[in-house]
């Protein structure tokens, strides 16, 4: 079945056009809803969401579509999407929704559904879900007695912050520590800086300020240029910034530069490795990790598993292997023994908790290996497949040719976005570049000509 609706990570669109509309919304908890009625209980649905403007006409319909369907609505109102999935669980409902187009701009939005376990769905669910949403379920639809309530949930914010912090040892402190944190004006912007002042570190607070319209507008995860300026003007040790959901983090050392989330794959790995905590001796990432990073941990002995982009896959691969420690290059890290998905809170206080023992500048701790040349550039289409092209295909064989043994190609089409994505990666930094512009210029000609 050709999927209409659900990309790599939920729906996703513009808001207020297809998918995202509030129609489909409402369709999407209608069929979310009947999808996941089990046995005669109240059942119940946990929503949050971050702090786009459109996450209120979502969030509405949303409610509509599940009370119709039966579902008591939990609202959970601006919070990370890792609180979600944990709170999917505390609160014992059927299922747990996040409004969010985690570090995409304010105009889009997107819903990203998770399981009673709180981890994100199948496909095969998904594809289930899916094919309610064209067609007419009125008929199975609750009774005018059997309709589903919706109420305002207090005290979110200090159950997921107290989460947070469980999840390092009770003795450790952050007293000495000056941090700037980045909210990206999203979903953390309450809880992030919280947690970190009552773990006792000195809290910099930066982009806390959401207005509906700025989330992650030059700032966040994706944009770390002003973390790093902010923590070279307060000479603060270590910088931390979330994107719009607060599923991923990148980090910034004390000199201002960015620390990627496969150094940090790297750090977690082998902290966790020498304390005898990492299962299934290796890492779950994706195709898009560096190769220096599989270097790295070929070096300490580990595995490095890779996976489809989507932390989704990542934790898919971590559960049906045994492995705790995953996540992708662009900050998602996934640490199963705390979290059934990203969490860019949990994730920071686990770089937070080797600096701390190790007493040593952010630069030397989270620099693990040196980075192997690696290109990344999108091109924009408007439809068709060009990947299917001729020209196309023969540029790739030709790149794969040159790179050999000492390299890698990966090409794919975004799941969230008209992109064709066209990565390239070895030791020969000219050749890397020259493969990619290659294929971008092949699949720029064919993109013209149609």
């Known amino acids: 079945m050709t999927r209409r609706y659900f990309g790599t990570d939920g729906i996703r669109g513009r808001a207020n056009k297809f998918p995202m509309t509030a129609e489909v919304a409402m ?3 209608m069929a979310a809803g009947l999808s996941f009625q089990r046995g005669n209980h109240r059942h119940r649905v946990v929503l949050g969401k971050d702090t786009r403007l459109s996450g209120y006409m979502i969030e509405n319909a949303l409610v509509a579509g599940f009370c119709a369907a039966g579902m008591d609505v939990f609202l959970l109102g601006p919070i990370p999407t890792p609180a979600v999935a944990m709170l999917s669980r505390s609160l014992r409902a059927d299922i747990g929704v996040m ?14 559904l998770f399981g009673p376990d709180g981890y994100k769905l199948s496909d095969e669910i998904e594809m289930r879900i899916e094919a309610l949403l064209d067609q007419d379920v009125d008929i199975s639809l609750a009774d005018a007695d059997g309709l589903g309530r919706a109420k305002r949930v207090d005290g979110v914010h200090d159950r997921y912050i107290e989460f947070a912090k469980r999840t390092l040892p009770r003795s450790m402190s952050l007293a000495g520590l000056r941090i700037v944190i980045d909210c990206a004006n999203g979903a953390a912007y309450k809880v992030a800086p919280a947690a970190l002042w009552e773990l006792g570190a000195e809290v910099i607070t930066i982009n806390n300020e959401p207005n509906g319209f700025n989330i992650n507008e030059e700032c966040g995860s994706t944009h770390p240029v002003g973390l790093s300026k902010k923590v070279h003007e307060v000479r603060a040790d270590i910088g931390i910034a979330l994107d719009g959901d607060a599923d991923r983090m990148v980090i910034v050392d004390e000199n201002g530069a960015v620390v990627d989330g496969d150094q940090i794959m790297a750090l977690i790995a082998e902290s966790w490795h020498q304390s005898g905590r990492l299962a299934g001796g290796g890492v779950v990432a994706t195709v898009m990790s560096n190769l220096g990073l599989e270097r790295f941990l070929g070096d300490t002995g580990l595995q490095l598993h890779r996976t489809q982009v989507g932390d989704r896959y990542v934790v898919e691969h971590m559960r049906a292997h045994g492995l705790n420690v995953g996540g992708e290059q662009s900050g998602h890290i996934v640490l199963s023994d705390f979290s059934t998905t990203g969490d860019g809170l949990v994730s920071a206080l686990q770089v937070l908790a080797c600096i701390k023992r190790q007493n040593k500048p952010v630069s030397e701790i989270c620099k693990k290996f040196e980075p192997v040349p690696q290109l990344l550039k999108n091109v924009r289409f408007a439809g068709g497949k060009p990947l299917e092209a001729a020209p196309v295909k023969a540029a790739i064989e030709d790149a794969r040719n040159r ?48």
């Not at 409004?99 to 990203?112: E, L, Q, V």
């Not at 050999?404 to 992109?419: A, C, D, M, Q, Y």
């Open 27 to 29: 369709k999407v908890g």
């Open 403 to 450: 790179l050999g043994k000492s390299g890698r190609l990966v090409i794919r089409p975004s799941g969230t976005e008209p992109l064709i994505r066209v990565m390239a990666e070895g030791d020969d930094q000219k050749l890397v570049e020259t493969v990619v512009n290659d294929i971008v210029g092949v699949i720029g000609d064919i993109k013209t000509a149609a």
């Open 99 to 112: 409004i969010s187009a985690s570090h995409n701009p304010y105009y889009d939005n997107g819903i990203k």
